[in-house]
């Protein structure tokens, strides 16, 4: 959680209120999900990266890694 944080402060934190307020709104629904989870509707095997952290934490790593190098 710290890295995201960190990660936040250099690609969110000074963009404009309407941009804040658009990756805030962002966040609440797929990182926090405080009306369940957003694709509740589909079965599991359908969520991609979005599914289980266990399952998905080589892939999603592997992502962040190529964003940020340019990629």
Not at 12 to 22: C, G, H, K, L, Q
Not at 34 to 39: E, S, Y
Not at 41 to 70: C, D, Q, W
């Amino acid at each position: 959680p710290y890295t995201a944080m960190l990660l936040s402060l250099l690609t969110i934190a000074e963009r404009p209120p309407a941009e804040r307020a658009a990756w805030r709104a962002w966040f609440d629904h797929y990182v926090f999900r405080p009306d369940g989870h957003p694709l509740a509707f589909l079965p599991p095997e359908r969520h991609g990266v979005l599914g289980a952290s266990k399952e998905n934490y080589g892939r999603i790593r592997t992502l962040v890694m190529r964003l940020l190098r340019g990629g």
